[in-house]
């Protein structure tokens, strides 16, 4: 009689669902996995007749093939134990967990443990099905159970395991989930923190900056600060995170689920991701790869939020050229001779920079120690067509009030409001992820800001990729000030915004 459960293991940077099956034949007492497993699993043999032999199991004498499928898909994980300890235990007797997905790792006692793949596998698989019932080790339920549309059971023993599926699997309680912050538009919930640990009232003066930044985080749009050291570049983008828009539960997951891949545990939450890499940091930390597994790099694990480069011209050439695809494709694709994996890179990219070596360019009280050569040598660092790629330039003054205008919590109500506004436009995606098509069709320009529009792109010699740019931050100037319209002040504040 042949007996089946469901598990999943970690393929690149998704969960594939794996059916478990387990066989007894007449043949020389044996027991063996088979189906593309990893050394991990071949391991789980040993755990798996420690942990029966202290149920008071006797091994039957016959044949036991355990059979993972798709044959033709690596799997690894020690979190395939306890549904193959399952299986042998209950092979005689009559029981249906067709429907239960089966994770843990078994102690030689028959302890069940969590691994660290257990919830980005289940993050992946929610993203994947409407429902899932889980059974799991009881010290991360109420981790997983944070995960809509998941039921999952804790269990703490194989013994409690076996009891559970035993009994009334249908008498299973759990809590619906729920989130302190959540705004439902249209029928769909969205998902935010208002917690501002860095606040943007820190921030004295620099009121074109906090402007900058309030659009920038409603249309997700690339932002480049310049200044001289000590202006608050890197304080400004620090807190930009703390005010970005709600995000879907799609987005939360996803997100989420990129972050326990790279083997940082934590709890699901609606807190955009912040990824700063160091200027020295290698092509792959930050594009990801690797030779036998390509892992997710430093853009990846940006994805619905910020990847933020400080000292911008300092880092490598081969990087920085790299950079422009996913800013335009919003993915990447790592290619392997025996595989190919795409990452999501939607992210809004924030970047600081000096206005020369030495920093003191646009200083009013520190002379500039830089020859005409030096400063075009380090602005020539940053290619042309990657600065085309940037929506937003800001240039940051040394001049700082005691008194901030604006704190984090109201340029946030703005950021909400705007987000509002777009949603109920029909909108899906924020405005400078928007295609061409799309943006051409809600854009909706006066005849003011058509011919402002059309003047400038003629008289800067404007890029097609520029005017696209233009169009879609007067846009989100249009949402914040929630008009239907693109008038001729959000163009001309929009273009007040390009590099010269």
């Known amino acids: 009689m042949t007996k089946k459960f469901l598990c999943a293991t970690l393929a690149d940077n998704r969960a594939l669902r794996v059916d478990v099956e387990s066989a007894f034949v007449r043949a020389l007492p044996g027991f063996s996995i ?15 007749k420690s942990a029966l032999t202290h149920m008071k199991y006797k091994f039957p004498a016959q044949k036991i093939t355990v059979s993972m499928s798709p044959s033709d898909l690596k799997k690894e994980g020690s979190h395939f134990d306890l549904g193959i300890a399952l299986l042998l235990y209950m092979q005689k007797e009559s029981f249906t967990c067709k429907e239960f997905y089966i994770f843990g790792e078994l102690g030689l006692d028959g302890d069940v443990r969590s691994t660290t793949s257990i919830f980005p596998i289940l993050l992946s698989l929610a993203s994947q099905e409407k429902s899932l019932k889980v059974i799991v080790p009881k010290e991360i339920v109420k981790k997983i159970n944070q995960i809509p549309n998941v039921k999952a059971f804790g269990v703490n023993s194989l013994s409690e395991a076996i009891e559970f599926i035993k009994s009334d699997t249908k008498s299973l309680h759990v809590e619906d989930f729920s989130y302190k912050n959540m705004i439902e538009i249209e029928n769909q919930k969205y998902f935010y923190e208002k917690n501002f640990e ?27 600060l310049e200044g001289s050291p000590g202006c608050g570049k890197s304080m400004s983008v620090k807190r930009l995170r703390h005010i970005m828009p709600p995000m879907s539960m799609q987005e939360m997951l996803q997100s989420n689920a990129y972050s326990c891949m790279s083997g940082e545990e934590e709890e699901l939450n609606a807190k955009r991701a912040f990824r700063s890499p160091h200027h020295s940091s290698s092509k792959p930390s930050i594009f990801g790869g690797g030779s036998a597994k390509a892992m997710a790099g430093e853009s990846a694990l940006a994805h619905n939020g910020i990847l933020f480069f400080d000292e911008f011209p300092h880092f490598s050439k081969s990087v920085l050229e790299a950079l422009r695809e996913p800013l335009e494709d919003n993915q990447i694709l790592i290619s392997r001779v025996n595989s190919k994996i795409k990452y999501e890179t939607k992210f809004l990219f924030a970047a600081a920079q000096n206005p020369c070596p030495c920093g003191n360019l646009l200083s009013t009280s520190k002379e500039c120690r830089c020859n005409e050569l030096e400063i075009r040598r380090y602005k020539n660092r940053v290619s042309e067509p990657l600065m085309d790629r940037i929506d937003i330039y800001v240039q940051m003054s040394e001049d700082y009030e005691e008194r901030s205008d604006k704190n984090s919590n109201e340029m946030f109500d703005e950021v909400l409001r705007a987000f509002v506004f777009q949603k109920k436009r029909g909108q899906i995606e924020l405005n400078a992820k928007l295609s061409e098509k799309v943006l051409e069709e809600i854009s909706n320009l006066d005849s003011e800001a058509k011919g402002i529009l059309q003047k400038a792109s003629t008289q800067f010699a404007l890029s097609h990729r520029s005017v696209h740019k233009i169009e879609s931050i007067a846009r989100s100037i249009a949402d914040i000030d929630e008009s239907k319209q693109i008038k001729k002040e959000h163009i001309l504040e929009a273009l007040s915004f390009r590099r010269r």
Do not use: P, Y
Request: proline share 0%; net charge positive; charged share 25%.
């Open 34 to 48: 088979v189906g593309m497993t990893n050394q991990s699993i071949q391991e789980s043999r040993e755990r798996i």
């Open 198 to 224: 860095l606040d943007f009232d820190d921030v004295k003066g620099q009121n074109r900056v906090k402007r900058a930044m309030v659009i920038s985080a409603v249309g997700m749009h690339n932002i480049l």
